[in-house]
């Protein structure tokens, strides 16, 4: 069988890259199998798509919002109606169990329909004036193009957090997504195409950062840059935005905590730390990578926790039975190898794992065992650092004051957790853990769409995804006054 081929998807028309260029992409489970080739594009293109959104602006902002939200819903129901398709696919490309790439599509289907109903509101305020016969009022108006710079675990979900929003706003749309899943993205515009979306307003252009995410960044007609990816190249991208005051959504790093009460049913905090921690082969930026356990309950909880590690089934996620999937590529997994060598030079105890799995259909792929250290203190880069992958760190603490300190102890303020059956324990852990996310008795994994997501300090700029806190990222703010008493009044100034 030949090897397809996908393009660039510009102004209404699949197109190739003026490049001439393809790039790879592999399974990750079994490099022998070739996915597709992909455009390698280049800044020339990424201008052509700019082009195309500038054009289609001028008409998509005057389309009524409620039939931008139709559109919107008509694209939910294609993507439900090939969720089966689209999830094999997307752990074709990026590795995670297809149960995990269902919920992914079923992510994006979520985003798609919450935000088609938004269309029918997207609601400003009216509130009275301070001067008589004179009307005020909000509307949200948008701000005109949007660059899209995607990453590859959530590769339908995260991109859809940022096109869903934009659109119904009435903005229009450039995505490049990671170039370790642009399969993903493909089938995310071949729904989209079907449904007689204008030409222009979505656009799509593959291929590896660099030059790419430059030209999309440091055009003038892009408004608004939405990230999702490391705080390294984040702080790149902010930097590049402010120079030209553009506005930038930033979703980056992780360091989330479980914390494990003397009171926690540990049964429960169980199956909690080891969805948290190896689900998405804890390649989520919402991930478990530290889990702190009362004193009294560590040895017994750690032991329990290693044990059932141990039984994980890794391998390739398109078997029914596999709950762990490889890393996506080999740079990650050499990532995830070094930061085992780095804990263990620095002192953590390895309770399990600690090694690349090979022999047989292994070789293949990234493949590496779930991984738990043991005795982790707040020193170590084990602590410190996001690793992306499942290795879980485990620390001990004597109060709960202790426990708020150690878990607020990171750069990172994405998501967090507590495992307590004590009501003023887990209010006050509410309240005192410093997250854009938390949960009581739940892992840090498993946001839903209608809330907003994103993290304190590194994590984040101070916007958020999904719910109606994206309509702020994707609309600014438009006060008008209408005066209807036919005379020149000042405010602040004549208002008796
Ligand atoms: C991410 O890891 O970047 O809350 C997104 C969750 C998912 C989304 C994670 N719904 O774990």
């Known amino acids: 069988m030949s090897t397809p081929v996908f393009k660039n998807y510009i102004n209404g028309q699949w197109v190739e890259s003026e490049s001439g260029q393809t790039f790879e992409n592999r399974n990750p489970a079994n490099t022998d199998e070739l996915i597709g080739l992909f455009q390698k594009s280049t800044p020339g293109d990424v201008k052509r798509a700019i082009d195309a959104a500038a054009e289609a602006y001028k008409s998509w902002r005057l389309y009524p919002a409620p039939?931008?939200?139709?559109?919107?819903?008509?694209?939910?129901?294609?993507?439900?109606?090939?969720?089966?398709?689209?999830?094999?696919?997307?752990?074709?490309?990026?590795?995670k169990a297809i149960s995990e790439t269902r919920g992914d599509v079923q992510?994006?289907?979520?985003?798609?329909?919450?935000?088609?109903?938004?269309?029918?509101?997207?609601?400003?305020?009216?509130?009275?004036?301070?001067?008589?016969?004179?009307?005020?009022?909000?509307v949200r108006q948008p701000l005109g193009v949007c660059s899209f710079i995607t990453p590859w675990n959530f590769p339908m979900a995260i991109p859809s957090w940022k096109m869903m929003p934009a659109l119904i706003c009435g903005n229009t749309v450039v995505i490049k997504p990671a170039t370790d899943t642009p399969l993903s993205v493909v089938n995310l515009f071949k729904a989209c195409e079907k449904l007689g979306i204008p030409k222009g307003v979505i656009n799509l252009v593959t291929g590896p950062g660099g030059p790419l995410s430059d030209a999309l960044i440091t055009d003038d007609r892009v408004r608004i840059?939405?990230?999702?990816?490391?705080?390294?190249?984040?702080?790149?991208?902010?930097?590049?935005?402010a120079a030209k005051f553009k506005h930038s959504c930033l979703e980056m790093g992780g360091k989330n905590v479980q914390i494990v009460m003397e009171d926690a049913d540990l049964d429960l905090a169980l199956e909690g730390a080891l969805w948290g921690a190896f689900g998405t082969t804890g390649q989520r930026c919402t991930a478990t990578s530290r889990l702190i356990c009362h004193k009294s309950v560590v040895d017994k909880f750690s032991k329990m926790l290693a044990d059932r590690a141990s039984k994980i089934k890794v391998g390739n996620g398109l078997e029914d039975s596999v709950q762990m999937g490889p890393c996506v590529n080999q740079s990650q997994l050499d990532t995830v190898l070094s930061y085992i060598e780095i804990g263990k030079k620095e002192g953590a105890e390895l309770l399990t794992g600690g090694k690349r799995l090979t022999g047989g259909a292994?070789?293949?792929?990234?493949f590496v065992q779930p991984t738990i250290f043991g005795g982790v203190k707040q020193s170590m880069r084990l602590w410190r650092e996001e690793i992306f992958g499942p290795v879980l760190s485990i620390g001990s603490f004597d109060t709960f004051e202790q426990a708020v300190e150690m878990a607020n102890d990171t750069n990172y303020g994405l998501s967090g957790s507590i495992y307590t059956r004590d009501i003023n324990k887990a209010y006050a852990a509410m309240r005192d853990v410093y997250t854009g996310i938390f949960y009581v008795n739940a892992p840090t994994i498993g946001a839903e769409t209608h809330l907003p997501f994103g993290g304190t300090k590194d994590t984040g700029?101070?916007?958020?995804?999904?719910?109606?806190?994206?309509?702020?990222?994707?609309?600014?703010?438009?006060?008008?006054?209408?005066?209807?008493?036919g005379r020149i009044q000042r405010a602040q100034i004549d208002n008796q």
């Open 225 to 241: 840059v939405s990230f999702t990816g490391s705080t390294e190249i984040g702080r790149k991208v902010s930097s590049a935005c």
């Open 67 to 95: 039939k931008r939200g139709e559109l919107l819903y008509k694209l939910a129901e294609e993507l439900l109606a090939h969720k089966e398709e689209y999830s094999r696919d997307m752990t074709r490309e990026m590795g």
């Open 362 to 366: 292994y070789d293949k792929g990234f």
């Open 107 to 138: 992510e994006a289907i979520d985003m798609t329909y919450y935000m088609a109903g938004e269309g029918r509101r997207l609601y400003g305020m009216t509130t009275p004036s301070e001067l008589p016969n004179k009307f005020n009022m909000t």
């Open 461 to 485: 700029n101070g916007h958020r995804e999904a719910a109606t806190a994206a309509l702020d990222v994707y609309s600014e703010w438009k006060s008008i006054y209408v005066d209807f008493s």
